[in-house]
């Protein structure tokens, strides 16, 4: 164990480099708005995030803040956010994707919507969609070099890491198609597909070289949700076709233009076992979260990945059942995972509002306690 206390960023850059720690890398996927809600009528004081009341660490990992989209595709302009329709407890809206989907009114959030249109179905609907995400577009690009040097600053400044977001072609194909007609798109219509992950490529390499003209990244992250609870959402066989060739070139041009190591990292929820051999072809360093409910033990796979760097894998559901439950569910995760290194721990996904105050103080003491 290192003698002295590691700053945020250098425990994260340890992390990424299996090296001792200090204590591991401590923060949260993220906490559900319902749940600070309800802990804030259970004590949480209003002040909670200005005074760390949780203790987590500062920044590890620091952006770029180049808009290559997350859930949804970067368009410039994005499509006008508008209610098209309403019917009694609902509402049509459009969404910045282009979407149609029904929601309750005055709830957009936190349940699924019902999905009406996505906005590629042929290949005119791709021709008009295109120029929306067109890497010549003078606009997108103003403040590029402004930010990707502060990022760089920011990351060298704390020992950290920085690192480009981006919406994964899977995830960026399903938003723009939607999930269930891309799989018919694949085979009846393959040729929209490879135009719409062409026009993925130019623009993401297209960021790349002017990010990677004025600094170097230490990560390429992508946003993917590429499986669900019973596995990959394609075929292996499709992600080939479709999908690899265009990442593998984006990457080899991207390592291509730098010295420093750079680090590729993925975010898939659901069962995400049998993408990992997939995205490892393509050297892939980075994955989280592996839910639990989908039968993801971040240990076991941890054993099968060695090299592998992982958050998350604490189950959530965990932390409402109550401390018995979470003391066991901690204990065999954390000793594992300490000694392997390449993990910080985080739950599986957002901290929901089933979980009480008292559940979650008593987790974050317990893992403080564990990881030390």
Sequence with gaps: ?????????????????????????????????????RWKGEGLPEDWAETNFFEFDGPGVFDTNVNLGWCEPPFLPVFEAKIVEESGDYEIIQDTAGRLMRVYKGRRHGFMPTYLKHA?????????????LDPNNEER???????????????????????????????????????????????????VVHAAMQGWFDLFDAALAQVQAVVELDEIFLAEDICYNHGLLISPDAWHEFLFPYYQQLLANARGRQRRKLYFGVDT?????????????LGMNRLLPFEVASGCDVVEIAKQYPEL??????????L?????????????????????????????????????????LYYRRRMCELDG
């Excluded at 929820?269 to 072809?281: H, K, S, V, W």
Aim: charged share 25%.
């Design 141 to 191: 690009w103003t403040e590029t070099v402004e930010w990707a040097q502060k990022g760089r600053d920011e990351a060298d400044a704390a020992g950290g890491l920085l690192t480009q977001r981006a919406v994964g072609g899977y995830m960026y194909l399903r938003a723009l198609m939607g999930p269930e007609d891309l799989l018919y798109m694949l085979y009846d219509q393959p040729e």
């Design 269 to 281: 929820d659901g069962d995400c076992r049998p993408a990992i051999p997939l995205y490892m072809e």
């Design 309 to 318: 760097i992982m958050s998350g894998g604490i189950d959530k559901r965990v």
């Design 1 to 37: 164990m290192p003698t002295t206390t590691l700053r945020a960023g250098e425990r994260m850059r340890a992390t990424y480099e299996f090296k001792p720690l200090d204590h591991l890398y401590r923060t949260e996927f993220y906490i559900w708005d319902e749940a600070i809600q």
């Design 320 to 360: 409402a059942e109550g401390k018995e439950a979470i003391d066991a569910h901690l204990r065999h995760i954390i000793p594992f995972m300490v000694q392997r290194g390449g993990y910080y721990p985080t739950c599986d996904h957002g901290v929901p509002d089933n979980v009480s105050l008292e559940n979650y």
């Design 120 to 132: 590629v179905a042929s290949m005119a609907d791709w021709e008009a969609v295109a120029p929306r």
